[in-house]
C-alpha cells in the first residue's frame, strides 16, 4: 500500500467521524469464545460478533467522534459512559474505560444495554445497536462457525 493510500484512507476514516487507533482488534473467533467465558448464551454469540464487527471491525479503541460511541461495540456516552474522568450514567463507567484491551468493562456495559433496551417496547435488546437492523438481524450462526464453541 503506498503512503499516498495510507494518507487518504486515514483521512476519510478521520473525516466519517470513525478512528481505530492501536487497539487489540479481536478474531470473531477469539471474541465469540471470550464472550461465552463471561456468561454470554451461545445462542447470541454470533449476533453480538456481528454487531462488534459492523460497529468497531472487533477493535478495542474504536471512537466514533461523529456519535460519541467508543469501544468494541460502540458503547454511546449519550446513555452509557460518562466522557469525563468520573465513572457514570447507566454503566456507571468512563468512556476512555471502553478503549482497553481487556473488554470485560465493555462486555458488562453491553450486557446492560442490552437487558435495558429488551425492557423497551421491541423487546429486543440488540436493537440498541443502529447495526444490528441492518447487518445482524436473524440467524447469525455463521460468525462463529468453525470456532470450536
Same mark, same amino acid.
Given at each position: 500500500?503506498? @503512503?499516498?493510500?495510507?494518507?487518504?484512507?486515514?483521512?476519510?476514516?478521520?473525516?466519517?467521524?470513525?478512528? *481505530?487507533? %492501536?487497539?487489540? =482488534?479481536?478474531?470473531?473467533? %477469539?471474541?465469540?469464545?471470550?464472550?461465552?467465558?463471561?456468561?454470554? +448464551?451461545?445462542?447470541?454469540?454470533?449476533? !453480538? =460478533?456481528?454487531?462488534? @464487527?459492523?460497529? #468497531?471491525?472487533? /477493535?478495542?479503541?474504536?471512537?466514533? $467522534?461523529?456519535?460519541?460511541? @467508543?469501544?468494541?461495540?460502540?458503547?454511546? $456516552? @449519550?446513555? !452509557?459512559? *460518562?466522557? #469525563? /474522568?468520573? +465513572?457514570?450514567?447507566?454503566?456507571?463507567?468512563?468512556? &476512555?474505560?471502553?478503549? =482497553?484491551?481487556?473488554? *470485560?468493562? *465493555?462486555?458488562?456495559?453491553?450486557?446492560?444495554?442490552?437487558? %435495558?433496551?429488551?425492557?423497551?417496547?421491541?423487546? /429486543?435488546?440488540?436493537?440498541? !445497536? =443502529?447495526?444490528?437492523?441492518?447487518?445482524? &438481524?436473524? /440467524?447469525? #450462526?455463521? !460468525?462463529?462457525?468453525?470456532?470450536?464453541?
Amino acid at each position: 500500500m503506498s @503512503y499516498k493510500s495510507i494518507f487518504c484512507s486515514f483521512f476519510f476514516l478521520l473525516g466519517a467521524g470513525l478512528v *481505530s487507533i %492501536e487497539g487489540k =482488534v479481536f478474531t470473531k473467533c %477469539e471474541l465469540a469464545k471470550t464472550m461465552k467465558a463471561h456468561g454470554f +448464551p451461545k445462542s447470541q454469540l454470533g449476533t !453480538w =460478533v456481528c454487531i462488534a @464487527y459492523h460497529e #468497531s471491525r472487533l /477493535n478495542t479503541k474504536t471512537v466514533n $467522534h461523529a456519535t460519541g460511541d @467508543y469501544g468494541i461495540f460502540q458503547i454511546s $456516552h @449519550y446513555y !452509557w459512559c *460518562s466522557d #469525563s /474522568n468520573v +465513572p457514570g450514567k447507566g454503566c456507571k463507567i468512563t468512556c &476512555k474505560s471502553l478503549l =482497553v484491551d481487556d473488554i *470485560s468493562g *465493555s462486555m458488562a456495559c453491553a450486557r446492560k444495554v442490552f437487558t %435495558e433496551t429488551q425492557k423497551g417496547k421491541t423487546k /429486543n435488546g440488540f436493537t440498541a !445497536w =443502529v447495526t444490528y437492523k441492518k447487518h445482524c &438481524k436473524g /440467524n447469525q #450462526s455463521k !460468525w462463529i462457525k468453525g470456532c470450536g464453541l
